[in-house]
């Protein structure tokens, strides 16, 4: 599980967000963290179906 999750993104939207993804399904997700809270989410298109990194997707 250690090599499942990549950080694709760092710089996110404001300090202490990030955006992942899994590398076994290619879904993208929101992590959003400060000092001791935080939370995750999956990303989703207008359709609200989840966004999908084309490298990892199947």
């Known amino acids: 599980m250690d090599n499942r999750?990549?950080?694709i993104?760092?710089?996110g939207?404001?300090?202490g967000t990030r955006i992942?993804?899994?590398k076994e399904t290619g879904v993208?997700?929101?992590l959003a963290h400060w000092?001791?809270?935080g939370g995750l989410t999956?990303?989703?298109d207008k359709d609200g179906k989840p966004?999908?990194?084309?490298r990892y997707a199947k």
Do not use: A
Not at 51 to 54: F, G, H, K, N, V
């Open 5 to 7: 999750f990549e950080f």
């Open 9 to 11: 993104e760092k710089n």
């Open 13 to 15: 939207l404001m300090e």
């Open 20 to 22: 992942i993804v899994d």
């Open 28 to 30: 993208q997700y929101l």
């Open 35 to 37: 000092t001791n809270i």
């Open 42 to 44: 999956v990303l989703v």
């Open 51 to 54: 966004l999908l990194d084309p």
